[in-house]
C-alpha cells in the first residue's frame, strides 16, 4: 500500500490565485481529514469526510472547498488564496491499523507559501 | 485554556535517559492518540489508547481515564527519538471522529 500521498509537496502560490491540494489513500478508508498545522497552534481541522459524497466543515472551513467524489480521494480547493493561508497542510485517513485499533495515517504534507 | 495540555513544551536529554512526555485532557473521550512528527515533517501514529498501557519496542503509552491523562514513555533514549510528541484525544460527544489536537512536546536527545 502506498497509503496516503499528497501532492504538491511545495507550492507558491501569489493572492488571489487558485489551487487544489491532492489527496488520496489506498487503504479504502471512509474518514479522510484535511488539517493545516501553523507554528503555535498545533494541528486545525479544516473539513473532513466520512465516506463517498459526504463532507463536513471543521475548525477552519473558511476559505477551502473539498469534495469527495470516490472513497480514495480527497482533494482540497483554495478558492482565492491569502497570505494567511500560508501553512503547511496534512491530508490523514483514519482506520485500523496493525495493531487492530483505529489509527490515524498522515500524509507528507504541503507547504504552502502564499505571497 | 485548551482542552488538551500537554507538558512539558520541550525537553532535553542526554542519550540513555528515561523520558517521559505528559497529555491532560478536560473533555470526556473515546480514545487518545499520540503521534510523532518528525523533523521533516511527517507524521506517524504510535498508539491508540482507550484504557491502560501499551508498549512497542521502547515506546510505553498508558491512560488512566479517570485522571484524565496520558503519558508518554521513552526507555533507553536515542538522537533519532528526537521529534515532536502530539498527544490528541477523540472526543465522545457529537461526531466522536474528530481529534482534539494538543500543541506537541519537542524532545531533542542529545548523543
Known amino acids: 500500500n502506498a497509503g496516503v500521498t499528497q501532492t504538491p509537496k511545495f507550492q507558491v502560490l501569489k493572492t488571489g490565485q487558485s489551487m487544489t491540494l491532492q489527496c488520496a489513500q489506498d487503504?479504502?478508508?471512509?474518514?479522510m481529514s484535511w488539517y493545516r498545522q501553523d507554528p503555535g497552534m498545533g494541528l486545525r481541522l479544516i473539513h473532513y469526510?466520512?465516506?463517498?459524497?459526504?463532507?463536513d466543515q471543521g475548525e477552519v472551513p473558511n476559505g477551502y472547498n473539498v469534495s469527495r467524489s470516490t472513497t480514495e480521494d480527497f482533494p482540497l480547493r483554495l478558492l482565492s488564496a491569502a497570505p494567511s493561508q500560508t501553512s503547511v497542510y496534512f491530508c490523514?485517513?483514519?482506520?485500523?491499523?496493525?495493531?487492530?485499533?483505529?489509527?490515524?495515517?498522515f500524509g507528507p504534507g504541503t507547504r504552502l507559501t502564499v505571497t | 485554556k485548551n482542552e488538551v495540555e500537554q507538558s512539558p513544551q520541550n525537553l532535553t536529554a542526554q542519550e540513555g535517559e528515561f523520558i517521559t512526555i505528559n497529555c491532560s485532557y478536560s473533555?470526556?473521550?473515546?480514545?487518545l492518540h499520540w503521534l510523532q512528527q518528525h523533523p521533516g515533517g511527517g507524521i506517524v501514529s504510535l498508539f491508540m489508547?482507550?484504557?491502560?498501557?501499551k508498549k512497542h519496542g521502547r515506546l510505553i503509552a498508558t491512560i488512566n481515564i479517570q485522571e484524565k491523562h496520558s503519558s508518554l514513555h521513552i526507555t533507553a533514549s536515542h538522537p533519532r527519538d528526537s521529534a515532536v510528541y502530539i498527544c490528541?484525544?477523540?472526543?465522545?460527544?457529537?461526531?466522536?471522529?474528530?481529534?482534539?489536537w494538543g500543541l506537541g512536546t519537542s524532545l531533542a536527545v542529545n548523543p
Open positions: 490523514a485517513s483514519l482506520g485500523q491499523g496493525h495493531q487492530s485499533s483505529y489509527e490515524q495515517y
Open positions: 487503504m479504502n478508508h471512509e474518514y
Open positions: 469526510s466520512v465516506g463517498a459524497g459526504i463532507t
Open positions: 473533555v470526556g473521550i473515546s480514545a
Open positions: 489508547l482507550s484504557s491502560g498501557k
Open positions: 490528541a484525544v477523540r472526543s465522545n460527544a457529537g461526531n466522536n471522529r474528530k481529534l482534539i
